[in-house]
Each structure stands twice: as structure tokens, then as C-alpha cells.
């Protein structure tokens, strides 16, 4: 479980582009920010979010975020508006 705290610096991170995060704070933040882990295959995990109308794949690169997954995410964070969960 990562902190409020910590959770607010990786969103700033990845608004920012400055690089990789590791897979399980990428994972934390997205649940953090209102997706749920719908159904996983394997090691790829299909998380889904009320506002989106497509599921949201990701995977490890060994311990990190894909780089591509984290500027997905950024897109989504911008386009509709996704703020942390006030429970996180």
C-alpha cells in the first residue's frame, strides 16, 4: 500500500514525464486514481475506470512500468480529468 503522500508525487511524476516508476506504485496510482482490476491473464491486467469507455492493459517491464503505459496514462489523467480517490 503506498501513502497519500507518495501517490500524490508519482501523479506529478508522471504529469511531468520525468521517466519510469515501478510497476507496483504504476498500479497503486491507477487504482488510487478509480480504475479496478477487472479480469488478468497471465501477467497482463485489464483494469477498467467508470469514465473510460475502453479497458486500460498493462503489464510489467520486469519490475517497472512500461514507458508507453505511463504516457497512456498521463493522456488519461489530462483528458478526463482523473484525481486521486479521497480513501486513497
Do not use: C, W
Not at 20 to 38: M, V
Amino acid at each position: 500500500m503506498v501513502r497519500r503522500r507518495r501517490l500524490e508525487q508519482l501523479i506529478e511524476h508522471v504529469l511531468q514525464g520525468r521517466g519510469s516508476i515501478s510497476f507496483q506504485e504504476f498500479e497503486s496510482l491507477i487504482e488510487a486514481l478509480g480504475f479496478d482490476l477487472a479480469r488478468q491473464r497471465g501477467s497482463h491486467r485489464i483494469y477498467i475506470h467508470p469514465k473510460l469507455t475502453r479497458p486500460f492493459p498493462v503489464q510489467p517491464h520486469g519490475k517497472d512500468a512500461k514507458r508507453y503505459q505511463i504516457r497512456q496514462l498521463r493522456d488519461m489523467i489530462r483528458g478526463y480529468r482523473l484525481t486521486l480517490d479521497p480513501n486513497a
